[in-house]
């Protein structure tokens, strides 16, 4: 059963938008964090905001803070990452996980299977 399921990614030109939606399932749901990631090719997956499933409590990573947000629709069971002013170096796939919190991959044992974003002229 797929728990999470991304959509929203494209290509986009630098200083454009995008916003991912994360479709995540009740089990997803029922941990703590729902988290975005990314990994850009040769490089490690990296941690760019979560939002508690509890409160709806936000936190970013400093390479992302002020330029992206996360939100959720409760209602619809998503979990939204709007992106603004995006640059060439924010090009990777980008996943949504859940699991217990912080930006660590190793903490989120559930994960989609990923949106590409592309940023280029």
């Known amino acids: 059963q797929v728990q999470l399921v991304e959509s929203g990614g494209g290509l986009v030109q630098p200083g454009g938008s995008l916003r991912l939606s994360c479709a995540a399932s009740e089990f997803a749901l029922g941990y703590y964090a729902i988290g975005w990631f990314r990994q850009a090719p040769g490089k490690g997956r990296e941690g760019l905001a979560i939002i508690s499933t509890n409160d709806g409590n936000t936190y970013y990573a400093d390479s992302v803070k002020g330029r992206f947000a996360i939100s959720r629709d409760i209602a619809k069971n998503t979990v939204y990452l709007e992106m603004n002013n995006l640059k060439p170096e924010d090009t990777a796939v980008y996943y949504c996980?859940?699991?217990?919190?912080?930006?660590?991959?190793?903490?989120?044992?559930?994960w989609g299977q990923g949106t590409q974003v592309t940023v280029s002229s």
């Open positions: 996980a859940a699991g217990v919190g912080g930006l660590g991959p190793s903490e989120y044992p559930v």
